[in-house]
């Protein structure tokens, strides 16, 4: 089959509100050539919000339908997630796959694989017990199965980890003290490790199915290459490790001087990953991280333009069998 192209692209809380069409006009207008020099096939985006045209109407995809609409993407089949229990999209921060090809499964995946559990802090110094935090995921992983033009399908994983900051917990001294900082920061942790722990397990269901699959995990793992939700999605353990069932990182064959999507306070960091399975990676041929131009996210202005992610995007020739 002729070469195609898989990206992954954090939009940075895409909005749009009807009082503020001068604001979106810019973001798209920045945006878009981005999505167009990306030339994907299939693409994974992250920070969708959606939006209500008037006050009680149902949330609607009217920033993403409007960003596309003049773009080569329009017409694709796309995989979008919704709030865990409902039928509505959340207000910020869903997912969206968009492909040129069917997809034959679309699925959101939220706690059904790990289940959500209440772990409970330590005692105050005071002698008070707090009350147990729930560890549950902040938003769904996406899934698709897309059909291959020469046939069999592709599987994607499209997932937005928590960000590494404290959560909010309760303590004798305050929700500002030291301590609730502390417990807040290993909550996160539990967060995002734990739903990478998902996202792997989702992976291996894969794999028990079809050992030569052909399998991709994108998105923002909010997680450099080091650091531990990376390492567990890799499921290589050590880094560099092989094997079967091990995901390699595409994203990390880029030269080192352009191996960053975000800048943070003057330190280039890796954040937005594209992982492939054995079968996937051998058919790889190229992985560019748009970075060009990329503003600090420490330092960037409030209003910001385009992205403060940079897009990550990997050709592939498939060898016919």
């Not at 749009?16 to 693409?43: H, M, Q, V």
């Not at 417990?183 to 028990?208: H, I, M, N, P, S």
């Not at 567990?232 to 994203?251: C, M, N, Q, S």
């Amino acid at each position: 089959m002729p070469a195609f192209r898989l990206a992954t692209f954090n939009l940075e809380n895409l909005d749009w509100s009807a009082t503020k069409p001068n604001d979106f006009a810019r973001r798209a207008d920045a945006l878009r050539p981005l999505l167009e020099a990306l030339d994907a096939d299939i693409l994974c985006l992250q920070e969708i919000h959606a939006q209500r045209v008037h006050k009680h109407d149902a949330r609607q995809y009217i920033a993403l339908d409007q960003l596309l609409a003049t773009t080569g993407y329009a017409p694709f089949h796309r995989a979008m997630t919704v709030r865990p229990g409902g039928e509505a999209p959340a207000d910020v921060h869903n997912l969206a796959i968009l492909s040129r090809w069917p997809m034959r499964v679309r699925r959101q995946i939220h706690h059904d694989i790990v289940a959500p559990w209440a772990w409970p802090p330590p005692r105050d110094a005071d002698g008070s017990q707090p009350e147990p935090v729930d560890i549950v995921w902040d938003r769904p992983l996406l899934y698709a199965a897309i059909e291959l033009p020469q046939g069999g399908v592709i599987h994607i994983v499209n997932l937005h980890l928590r960000a590494p900051r404290a959560f909010p917990v309760a303590t004798a001294r305050g929700c500002g003290s030291s301590r609730a900082q502390i417990e807040g920061q290993f909550v996160a942790a539990l967060k995002r490790e734990g739903q990478a722990l998902e996202a792997r397990l989702f992976a291996e269901t894969l794999f028990d199915a079809e050992p030569e699959a052909l399998i991709a995990i994108a998105g923002d793992f909010n997680a450099d290459e080091h650091d531990a939700p990376t390492r567990l999605l890799r499921g290589g353990g050590d880094e560099g490790a092989t094997g079967a069932r091990v995901l390699i990182p595409l994203e990390e064959r880029v030269e080192p001087g352009r191996r960053f999507t975000v800048i943070h306070a003057g330190r280039p960091t890796l954040i937005d990953h594209l992982l492939a399975s054995p079968a996937l990676a051998a058919a790889w041929r190229k992985t560019t991280i748009l970075n060009e131009g990329l503003q600090d996210e420490v330092y960037a202005e409030e209003f910001v333009e385009g992205s403060l992610h940079a897009p990550v995007v990997a050709r592939f020739e498939l060898v016919r069998s």
